[in-house]
């Protein structure tokens, strides 16, 4: 009877073995990426018998629409983009949180002048994409600022190289990324706080989301179920020994290694969702606030684009491999 047993168990890891699971950033691999970089290393995707492909985009702009038509089995993408995704009818799902909330706003180097919302009037703004060109107008309007008073461009991710270059005044970025940047080749900076300019009580819009192809979660339960708990191994060994984690991650990409990736890093820490939930009040927030912006229709209900049912039930500290489940 134990041989008929383990032979079974030997089949069914030999079979997980097999399975190769795309997983598509939501830009190049960096310290806010750590967890996923730190599980592969640990052998935790291994262990849950997943061959992970880590993929990097040049054009983040991509990644829901190459999510939402099935070409890579998951992907990274923050909560107002996966709304719009699902807006403009690609059916994807949010199954889990990577980042909670990083702070987000307009970052410009105190030399610019700009120290108030106000400050924008005859000056270059820049934005990531369509959105948030929107959130800068729909600001504007709310202050009395008239639109032909400054410029908007768009320069992607890359808002500290076009305030280095004199493309922009100011542009919107992470306080744990674009700013800490500026502040290492550049000087002293402030940033003004998108959630505090619009009242949102939160920048949960700019969350990092695991996002799927409804048909692949569907067809994959189970598959999704191991990707999830290897994932929160990752991020409770980040959180729990972070410079074991960063040095992971730096092995796997050699070129982080350094004083401001390391400092991105630790800035990050804070905001690694310690259990991947899907924030119910948080996805209400950007519901109302996409609706405001006029993203979505006064009608779209976002309760069916996320789902915690891939989740481990258990604290994230003692999550267990598919291999102790299987023993």
């Known amino acids: 009877m134990d041989n008929i047993e383990h032979s079974k168990t030997a089949e069914a890891k030999t079979k997980a073995q097999k399975t190769r699971v795309t997983l598509l950033l939501n830009w190049y691999a960096n310290p806010y990426h750590t967890p996923i970089f730190a599980a592969k290393s640990q052998d935790y995707y291994a262990e849950e018998g997943i061959k992970l492909a880590i993929l990097e985009t040049t054009d983040p702009s991509d990644v829901t629409e190459i999510v939402g038509l099935g070409s890579v089995d998951i992907g990274l993408k923050a ?54 060109k929107l ?12 639109l032909s008073s400054f410029e908007t461009v768009r320069v992607g991710m890359n808002v500290t190289d076009a305030i280095q270059r004199g493309i922009i005044d100011t542009g919107i970025g992470f306080i744990n990324f674009q700013q800490v940047e500026l502040e290492e080749v550049a000087g002293e900076t402030i940033m003004l706080r998108l959630d505090q300019l619009a009242g949102l009580g939160c920048c949960c819009f700019c969350s990092i989301q ?38 992971l991650l730096c092995q796997g990409k ?38 405001h912006l006029g993203i979505v229709e006064k009608t779209f209900d976002v309760k069916q684009i996320y789902t915690n049912a891939y989740l481990p039930s258990i604290p994230y500290s003692e999550v267990e491999p598919i291999a102790h489940c299987l023993a």
Not at 97 to 119: C, M, N, V, W
Not at 135 to 146: F, N, P, Q, V, Y
Not at 283 to 288: A, F, L, P, R
């Open 210 to 247: 695991f996002i799927s192809h409804e048909k692949i979660i569907q067809e994959n339960p189970e598959l999704m179920h191991k990707f999830m708990r290897a994932t929160l191994r990752g991020s409770a060994f980040t959180t729990e020994h972070p410079e074991e984690a960063f040095e």
């Open 135 to 146: 959130m800068i107008e729909d600001l504007a309007k709310l202050a009395g600022i008239a």
């Open 79 to 132: 909560m107002i983009h996966t709304v719009a995704a699902r807006a403009k009818g690609f059916p994807v799902i949010s199954i889990g949180t990577l980042l909670d909330e990083p702070p987000t706003g307009l970052i410009a180097l105190k030399s610019s002048g700009i120290r108030t919302f106000q400050d924008i009037v005859g000056k270059r703004v820049g934005y990531i994409g369509e959105f948030g």
């Open 254 to 291: 050699p070129q982080l290694r350094n004083p401001l990736y390391k400092k991105i890093f630790y800035r990050t820490l804070p905001f690694f969702s310690r259990n991947l939930k899907n924030v119910e009040d948080d996805w209400k927030k950007v519901e109302s606030y996409t609706k």
